[in-house]
């Protein structure tokens, strides 16, 4: 696969090319990779409050519940949110980057909620954890390339929580297997962030953070072996 042009290299050669002139190349060379107007920051802090207005309303009326309960609650929570995100989006408007940061919360609460039914079905906390999150894997890839941001978010998020709980869950903790997991968990989300995706900065600094410390953590480990043998 050939390295990926930046946009400042795209512009050039489509300024040397002709299809842009050296005034339109410039303008867009000049122009901002983020514009948010004033209005899209106050909907988006509303919509913050809203959301978790909603999830410590429904936490309220179950905290006194059963673990059931509070799954319910979640689940009805994360329901309502993504409700309100499809209800406010809109194909290429910022409502559709504020439909996405809504979803982003319901796929939690909906993941949380999975997880805790799996736990009160008989299933062990980390076992039922892979599961929900791994599922959170499958969706985040899927929508990775349609969504802006959403997507890729959940993609990473669940795939540093999914590996943490398949540790737990094959108990490899304290094993080279388990630093050897998050160095191969690094190296997919650095692959994934030179693809095109949505928002695939936070793939790569994911995935280059998870790498290092996961190569770092197999080498002290490696080392603390060698020792022990010699």
């Not at 309303?57 to 409700?83: E, F, H, K, R």
């Not at 996405?100 to 009160?120: C, Q, R, Y």
Request: aromatic share 6%; with cysteine; glycine share 12%.
């Amino acid at each position: 696969m050939g390295k990926r042009r930046t946009v400042r290299e795209e512009i050039a050669e489509l300024e040397r090319s002709g299809t842009l002139t050296a005034q339109q190349a410039s303008v867009l060379r000049e122009a901002p990779r983020w514009s948010i107007e004033a209005n899209e920051l106050f909907t988006y802090l509303g919509g913050l409050i809203a959301a978790i207005g909603v999830t410590w309303l429904t936490i309220a009326l179950v905290q006194d519940t059963s673990q059931l309960g509070i799954a319910v609650g979640m689940l009805i929570a994360g329901a309502v949110i993504g409700l309100g995100a499809r209800l406010v989006h809109r194909p290429h408007h910022w409502r559709s980057r504020l439909a996405e940061a809504l979803a982003v919360v319901a796929v939690g609460l909906i993941t949380g909620a999975i997880g805790i039914f799996l736990n009160v079905a008989g299933l062990a906390g980390d076992h039922a954890t892979t599961v929900a999150t791994g599922a959170c894997v499958v969706l985040g890839v899927l929508s990775s390339r349609r969504s802006q941001f959403a997507g890729t978010l959940i993609f990473v998020i669940a795939t540093q929580v999914f590996v943490a709980s398949l540790i737990g869950t094959l108990n490899l903790e304290d094993s080279l297997i388990a630093a050897l997991l998050f160095i191969v968990s690094g190296a997919v989300l650095i692959a994934a962030g030179v693809s095109r995706i949505g928002f695939a900065l936070s793939a790569r600094v994911v995935g280059t953070v998870s790498y290092v410390l996961g190569t770092f953590t197999f080498g002290v480990m490696q080392d603390n072996v060698s020792t022990s043998i010699g």
